[in-house]
């Protein structure tokens, strides 16, 4: 079935510093959605790609979708202590009805 | 508001005593799903409804059921549960299956622990 993979798993920085998580898929991907779980909390969506090659930004975010629709990232630049948490990237496969999540990547911040 | 709300918080069950977990929604999504989390691991798929319809993740166990009686609420039983069953258990919704163009709205959770 359906696989995707999320590195890395843990990531510490320090503050100001910037941040990439990576997410990979076994099969070609219809759409891919980013979530962020603050500790403590439930998943909150951010944003979700469809086209090949598509790049989004949210302010200091910035999220890839690859040509291939296979791959995704998420960088964050200049990290602030309210990026803390754990980042979820969750695709759904081409003719699939649900999304998979990766692992997460766990993001802690050195103030 | 519209939200997504799971009660209680937090739950407390002895093993092997069932326990029911509830969820209830104001945002008229077609489709309710029921994950299980463990620490530092991602949502796990349960099932989930879509209207109606009942989809179980292949990889389920029989120990846990559920419940959609009404477009607002659905409920997540474990009959009898396990050491291992301790977790966060997310409640989520969404207009369409698989979140396509509709992103997944989650509760709180509800974790639980068992003695």
């Known amino acids: 079935g359906q696989q995707v993979m999320q590195i890395p798993q843990y990531q510490h920085v320090q503050e100001g510093e910037d941040f990439t998580t990576y997410c990979n898929s076994s099969t070609t991907l219809s759409n891919i959605q980013w979530y962020k779980q603050r500790p403590g909390g439930h998943p909150v969506f951010l944003i979700q790609l469809v086209k090949s090659g598509e790049v989004k930004k949210q302010k200091r975010l910035t999220f890839q979708f690859g040509e291939a629709k296979k791959n995704s990232s998420l960088h964050i630049t200049a990290t602030q202590t309210t990026d803390v948490g754990t980042y979820f990237c969750a695709g759904r496969g081409q003719g699939a009805q649900k999304l998979v999540f990766g692992q997460g990547t766990r993001l802690t911040i050195n103030p | 508001d519209a939200m997504v709300i799971q009660n209680p918080r937090y739950q407390v069950t002895q093993f092997g005593k069932p326990v029911t977990l509830s969820c209830s929604q104001t945002l008229n999504h077609n489709v309710m799903y029921w994950y299980q989390q463990k620490s530092s691991q991602a949502p796990k798929l349960l099932f989930h409804y879509y209207d109606k319809d009942f989809n179980n993740e292949a990889d389920t166990p029989d120990n846990f059921q559920s419940r959609r009686p009404n477009t607002s609420f659905c409920f997540l039983d474990i009959r009898s549960p396990g050491l291992g069953d301790a977790a966060m258990y997310l409640c989520?919704?969404?207009?369409?299956?698989?979140?396509?163009?509709?992103?997944?709205?989650f509760g709180n959770g509800t974790r639980l622990t068992v003695t």
């Open positions: 989520a919704t969404s207009r369409t299956p698989g979140g396509y163009n509709s992103p997944l709205h």
